[in-house]
Every structure is written in C-alpha cells, then in structure tokens.
C-alpha cells in the first residue's frame, strides 16, 4: 500500500501549501526549480490531448509588508514540494469579474502549461502572454486565459501576474518608490521564463512575448532600447490592438503620488519620499484601491524604460525582432452606445482637441492640424455623423499609433500587419452589437475568443461552423508565427493559400475576415500622416 504524507507547511506570509510524498503519477509531474520542488497536473486540450499544468508558481517573493511599492525581489527557497495544480490568486484591482479568483497582494504568480511532459528531451517554441486591463485590471489567471486550444499546436504557454493600479504604477520618481514597478514585474517574469522555461519543454531561444491592449503597450514596451545578444528573454513580438507609440503615460507622477498619500492620511503633509512611502506600506490595500486615481507609465531618466516610444522607433532604438502587430476595426465601437452628442459637439466646435497631448505643437498649429483631420472623417460633422465619430475614436487611440510603428518598425525588421473584421457569435463582445451607420461591429477584444478559453467560449460546437472555421485559421496564423516568425510560412488550404507579406512603407496588411485580403494604407493613415508629420516637433513621444 501506498502510503501518503500530507504535510503542510505555510511560507513566507504567503498562505502556500506545500505537498510530500504522492503516488508514482504524482511524482511524474514534479519538476526541480532553483528554489525547491512543484508540482503540477494533467489537463486536456479541446482535441483531447494531454498538457500538463503549473500554476502559480511563484516567479517573485511577495510583495508585502516593506516590499510593497518596492522592485521584485527573488523568492525565498522553499522545502517541500509546491503544489502548483490551481489558479485562484491575482493582484489587487476594481473590477472583480469572476467569484472564483481571490485578490491579493502576494500575487507575483506565473502559469505554465506545455504539450510536453516534464523531463522529456522536446524544446518547443513558448509564447508568454502579458495581460491587458488598462493596467488596473485583469490577470494571467487560467480563467481568463485559459490554453487549452493553444495546447494542440505544440506550442509552451506562460501567463501571469504583475502588479496593478497604484500597487504597480504609483512613483515618487527616485529609489524609494520606482517607477513602472508593474513593468519591471514583467521583466523579472520574462527572465524567470528565460532561465526555466526548458524544464517544461520549451526552448529559452524560442520565445514570443504578446499581450493584447495594455499587455501590448507593454510589449512594445519591452522592445525599446537594443538588443542584449544571448540574455535577452524574447526574439519575437505579438502585439494586439496597443503599441508602444500610444499612450498609457502618467503625467505628473510624483505629486499623483502625494496626492493619494493626502487622502489616505489628511494629517499628511510631507514632501518627503520616504515619509510618503511610510504612509502608503501602512495603509490598507482596500483603502488605496477605493481613491480610484488614474496610474500609468513614466519615462523613467536611464534603464530599460528610459526611452520615448515614438523616438526610439525613429531613431532605430529598437529590438530589431520579428512582429505580428494589429487591430480590430471597429475598436471602439462601445462608444457609439455611450458617448452623449455633448461630447461630440466639444469637437466639432474646437477640433484641436482631435490632436492628442502628448503631441508637440503650436497652439495655432494644433487647431490647423484638427481642422484638416476633421475633413479626413467627415463632409459634417462628429454630432451629425456618429460612425465618423467612432471611427476616430478607434484610430486615434489605438490604430493609428500601431500604423506608424509598422511604417517605421517595418524597415528594419519583419512586421506582419493585421486587421481583425470577422464578426462573429464567439467574438462575444457587444453581442448583440452596438449599431453604428458606417461602421462595422468588431470591437475591441473580440480576436482574444478565436484563441483563449476564458470559460464562456469552452465548447467550439456551440458557436457557428464559421466562428469555428474562423477560430482554425485564426489560431493557425497564430501560432505559426510563434513557431516560425511567418504566420503564413507555406501554402495551406485552411488559410486559402493566401501568403501574408512582411509589411512595408505602403503599409501591406491582411484583413482577416471570412474571405482573408492582403490591402494596404489602412484606416486612412497616409492622409493622416501628412498632416501629423507637418506640425508635430520634438520631443517625440508618441504618435
């Protein structure tokens, strides 16, 4: 008889529970890490293949305590064996969507999921998914990003969480609260992939990182500066619907910071950093969250996040990587259901407001520049034409910053440029859709349900052929790319033996849609180039 010794064992204020001595099929799914033992479990893909399952394994030490608002830190050995088999803890932040998760400061969490049993000798391609949410929300957590269609391609998937809200993004601007600290969790993941990803079966020189939204801002993020030869942790990019030319920045950063310490405490009237840092390790993490601040990204003064999206691109100041890079047409949609016709009237009465203010210009030239802007959406105007309305919307803060990287990203390394137009019943989003004349109805997100299970697309047979037909190809593409850096690297009669061409200055995309089209000069963005590169100075920020 098999005998069996649980032992638990807490660690590190952080609640883990540690597992010994399991059956033989147990033990088959222990891996050896530098910090001590896991365990993992048997899953199955949608084909009905086995994968096999780490979660939450720990890729930094909690950031609790006096580690809160502090870099990442290394986890401290454990003894024992992590039982790693369920996903539940993700980082503090608003919005809780699902009542299975549990929000949490100790939170610096990672997910591995691999075709390939641990031990074999397989080296497969791995794709590191970083997370969108506006960076307050969401996380790498199995139910939102569930693998198992991915499972089928033979490729290693990484999920996982970084530090939100003001918990990863507040900054007093110097050493004792940095700033990007969320940034710099995502880094501290990348190279824990980098150094352990082969004990999975996956290959450390084959690694994809990609994000959608926020996560792909930060992508683009992680692209800037130059390349680091062999350490570096990724060699290619997926970037959905964000780019490192938009804008999530943090304006003012350090008196934001002192703002939120005020409110915590109203006896507080410091103007020193590490007075501020006591008032916020001793504050609630509820309270902090409840002071609903907006917390971005900061151009830090040197590092890996010193560097202005716009300009590193220009200058070539990039990881000259291969990039699959796009969007969905109608990204923002949600605002022809939302937006009052107040709000369109501010432009049409004062179209400078067009022009983001992150551009540098002129006050006169600002009000040119939206003028001419207004003409390229409408012969109106934005109260009288609700779809030209939307469709700068989406442009504006999303499509046009990813049209400029792919003009300058293009010529200097492969840029595979997408739009995402396929409406269908499993895009879930504003299903029934929000109606807007001139518009189509693919909103922002929607391309995610072609690839990842997030519980309410779990079985495929209950959407149209379509939808599922458009999930094979969508999917395909994919992970073609992971695979191969070339999303279309051979004919295939699932993909109509269409050939994705490396995009260009002309701007080559594919439209992926029921029929699939290779186009060009996306969104108009030509026309909006020449009126942008007439008025726009430096610095440059981003586009």
Known sequence: MVVKIVLFVLFSLSSLFFISAANNDSDDLIVQLAKGKIRGHVLESWNGKNYYAFQEIPYAAPPIGAARFQLPREVEPWEGILNTTSNSRVCYQLEYKYDSLHYTEDCLLMNVYSPSKPGSKTKLPVLVWIHGGGL????????????KYIMDYEVVVVTFNYRLAAFGFVTTEDDVIPANIGLKDQRFALQWVKENIILFGGDPDHITIAGESAGALCVGFHQLGQWNGETESFHAAIIESGAALGDLSQPDARANAFDLG?????????????DLLTVLQNAAPEDILKINKKYGTVIEKDGPFSYAGLQSFMDGNIKKIPTLIGFNSEEYIHVGGSKNIETRRQYDKDPSLLIPTTFHMSPQNRSIAGALLMKVYTNTSFEEDLGAFVRWTSDRTIIIPICKQVELGSTQSPHYLYQFSYKGDLGG???P???????????HEEELRYVWDNGSNSDLNDFPVEDQLMHLRFIKLWTNFIKYYNPTPEDDALLNNISWPKSNAGL?????????????????????????DDFIQEPYISY
């Open 508 to 532: 080559l995309y594919l439209n992926i849609n029921a029929t699939m089209e290779v186009l060009e000069n996306p969104r108009h963005f030509k026309q909006q180039k020449v009126i942008f």
């Open 429 to 431: 989003k504003n299903n």
């Open 136 to 147: 307050v929300g969401q996380s790498g957590a199995f139910q939102y990003y569930g693998p």
């Open 433 to 443: 859709p929000v109606i807007v004349p001139g518009c189509g109805t693919v909103g």
């Open 262 to 274: 005020r409110q915590l405490d109203k006896k507080f009237n410091s103007s020193e950093s590490e």
